[in-house]
């Protein structure tokens, strides 16, 4: 039986309000046999706050990071080295097996630069993922945790955007991709009031990019949302990690958060 694998993206601001039950449900669900979950995660938080005190100065363009070397270095080792590891533990204490790796052990994820390197610096894109690594891990039952630091031909390291890591390790595994968020999905703010989109499909969301509803970072969340049903990813959610169970109700297919589809009629091309 082929196994189904479901990609969790979990970004830095999010994993410090994560509660236990969340690790337990992707414990959970790794047990239950019928999905294998495969955590991809980001650590915004503490990098800004590492650059900061090393005095290392940082910008945004687009709701990526440009990164000079000294920006990688701090990147890499805030990701690879400190919030990697600490996922592994929080799943270890709800009884699973997770296995830390970053993006350039075994060339899991082969990258190049993003087009507009000399704005961006070393910020990468994947051209490939290794997923006979992923593959491996999941076959002596491990749940994958990769830090989205990527690696050329030449050895290059490149900052590739959590999100977009995410997805590009989804389509290479034709998994569901689930963004774990700390919001209760895309909405808009009406009278103080939020409503919520349960349901996008492209050109919806290019017009609320183009109104600036869906701004900074949920651009190329977004972005690589569509992209990834472009390219055979069975489906694409944003919910909210901090509701209990929200991942739990997310695999059992109620409606949580906000599903992002290609078209009204909720077909993707798979």
């Avoid at 569901?176 to 009031?193: A, F, M, R, T, V």
Wanted: glycine share 12%; net charge negative.
């Amino acid at each position: 039986m082929n196994k189904k694998y479901v990609v969790i993206k979990c970004g830095g601001s999010v994993l410090e309000k994560l509660p236990h039950s969340f690790y337990q449900n992707v414990v959970d669900l790794q047990k239950q046999g019928e999905w294998q979950p495969i955590i991809v995660h980001g650590g915004g938080p503490l990098i800004s706050k590492l650059l900061k005190q090393t005095g290392v100065p940082t910008t945004f363009v687009n709701g990526l990071r440009v990164t000079t070397q000294e920006v990688l270095d701090v990147v890499e080792m805030a990701l690879s080295g400190s919030i990697n590891k600490q996922i592994v533990r929080k799943l270890v204490e709800a009884e699973g097996k997770a296995f830390g790796i970053s993006g350039i052990d075994g060339g899991l994820l082969t990258a190049k630069p993003v087009d507009n390197k000399e704005d961006m610096g070393f910020v990468g894109e994947v051209t490939n993922v290794n997923t006979m690594i992923i593959k491996d891990l999941v076959e002596k039952g491990f749940i994958p945790i990769i830090s989205p630091i990527g690696i050329d031909e030449s050895g290059e390291r490149f900052n590739i955007n959590a999100d977009m890591a995410a997805s590009a390790v989804a389509q290479s595994l034709g998994a569901k991709l689930c963004y774990i968020s700390d919001i209760p999905g895309i909405y808009e703010e009406k009278n103080g009031q939020k409503h919520i989109f349960h349901q996008l499909d492209q050109v919806k969301a290019n017009q609320l990019i183009d109104l600036g509803v869906i701004a900074g970072g949920m651009i190329p969340k977004v972005q690589s949302a569509i992209k990834a049903l472009h390219q055979h990813v069975l489906e694409v959610s944003i919910i909210d990690g901090i509701e209990p169970d929200g991942l739990w109700q997310f695999m059992q297919g109620k409606e949580i958060g906000t599903r992002i589809l290609l078209n009204k009629e909720g077909k993707s091309h798979v």
